[in-house]
């Protein structure tokens, strides 16, 4: 068919299909007109055997020898790994057959995570090792509450007295395992932010729960982030394995090597991949969450409206594609004093709770648009945190049907978002 436009011919633009999963097995699809769509965006797929991808990274690794090297057969080693790296079992079991290769034995290796704010069960990192070394090597989740679980460190130029895990301290290697991410309060998770304060003590802990920068973009400076850094050096921690993630569970890209040129490149793979940049906001905005290794729930969800609020136009609406059903913690429970999100940020800040991080992007979210939310919550939980439950796709579609101007974000927990 062809439209006549002062007497010249124009053919119409085609439909834009769109397919988003979300959770585990959820899916959306629609088709709509090419000029309702502003943006449709979707992380990059798996990197493909995520073991040789991780032998890879560790026979070629950045300005760095490589890691047989560095080790003596009897170090104590430490393995301080971010409890959201996609692909941990393959990395861990790759970097133990290194350790194997110059007589280390398990006994001597400890691998240290940060606390887990959900209470979801998580992988075990050691399930692709053999049966002899998982039951040896000693699997630990830092306890930040323990006074006795931390040492004291130094003094940072900043004046503060840093507290580490006492099994990061008396190592003898330390190796950094982690992903790669856009982070509300660092600008950019990665290498050295494993350490702090994920591995210090409570103080630490809830003083950087406050210091989210809204108005900064990735790219800014942070003064965390800097402290973050300050302390690798101060312990002459050189090595790392960094992950990007891909659209699912697995990792897009494993690099390892010299912490600061592995934090440039996998920087420069997170942009490429998860930065969004539009011209304009848009009146509704589709975030789509799928299931990764850090969960399904509250603290991606916050991730992905984080991303959502950057790009949607004031009074516009966030629809928002889960199968979330973790319950909501103190920070999200605190919301349902209120009546309206405007009133939420001073209670939540004075209560400083864990779940502070996607409580306020919830708030921030909701103070800009509508939110409205598929997940396997009762409505009434929904309700209670500023947003409207959707009970199917359907309903999804009659809002997506209606909008006038749409962005689409798949794997939106990892994406960032602004308007130029």
């Known amino acids: 068919m062809l ?6 011919s124009v053919s119409p633009q085609p439909p834009v299909s769109v397919s988003l999963k979300f959770g585990q097995s959820g899916h959306f699809a629609c088709e709509l007109d090419s000029e309702k769509v502003a943006l449709v965006r979707q992380g990059p797929h798996c990197c493909g055997d995520v073991s040789e991808a991780a032998r890879q990274a560790l026979q070629s690794p950045l300005d760095f020898p490589t890691l047989d090297k560095a080790v003596l057969e009897d170090d104590r080693i430490a393995i301080a790994l971010d409890r959201q790296t996609p692909g941990s079992p393959s990395i861990i079991a790759e970097i133990w057959k290194i350790l194997a290769s110059r007589r280390v034995q398990p006994a001597n290796v400890t691998i240290i995570q940060p606390a887990a704010l959900s209470k979801l069960p998580e992988p075990d990192p050691r399930s692709l090792l053999p049966d002899d070394v998982r039951e040896t090597i000693t699997l630990k989740i830092h306890d930040p509450t323990n006074p006795a679980s931390c040492g004291f460190l130094t ?3 900043t004046g503060e007295e840093v507290y580490l895990a006492r099994d990061i301290i008396d190592a003898g290697l330390v190796v950094l395992v982690g992903m790669t991410a856009f982070d509300p309060v ?3 998770r990665g290498t050295s932010s494993v350490l702090y304060p994920g591995l210090s003590n409570v103080d630490a802990i809830r003083r950087s729960l406050g210091i989210s920068h809204q108005e900064l973009t990735p790219s800014h400076s942070r003064p965390l982030r800097q402290l973050v850094d300050e302390i690798a050096w101060l312990m002459g921690i050189q090595f790392t394995v960094q992950v990007t993630p891909a659209s699912n569970r697995e990792p897009f890209r494993i690099v390892a090597g010299n912490t600061e040129s592995v934090y440039e490149e996998c920087k420069s793979e ?8 539009m011209p304009e906001r848009v009146q509704t905005v589709v975030v789509a969450i799928t299931d990764d290794v850090a969960g399904h729930g509250w603290l991606q969800l916050g991730a992905a409206l984080n991303c959502a609020q ?7 609406k966030i629809i928002v594609l889960s199968e979330i059903k973790e319950q909501p913690g103190d920070g999200i429970r605190l919301l349902r004093k209120f009546e309206h999100a405007d009133e939420c940020m001073p209670a939540l800040k004075e209560a400083m709770p864990l779940d502070f991080i996607p409580a306020a992007s919830l708030v921030t979210a909701a103070r800009r648009a509508r939110i409205y939310l598929l997940s396997k919550l009762d409505p009434d939980t929904v309700e209670d945190a500023f947003m409207y439950p959707l009970e199917n796709e359907n309903e999804a579609l009659r809002l997506v049907n209606a909008a006038s101007s749409i962005a689409f974000i798949g794997s939106a927990q990892h994406a960032f978002g602004i308007v130029d």
């Open 270 to 277: 997170l942009h490429h991949n998860w930065f969004i940049s």
């Open 3 to 8: 439209f006549y436009v002062l007497g010249l």
């Open 186 to 188: 660092l600008g950019i």
């Open 155 to 157: 003094k940072a130029s």
């Open 310 to 316: 950057r790009l949607v136009e004031v009074g516009g």
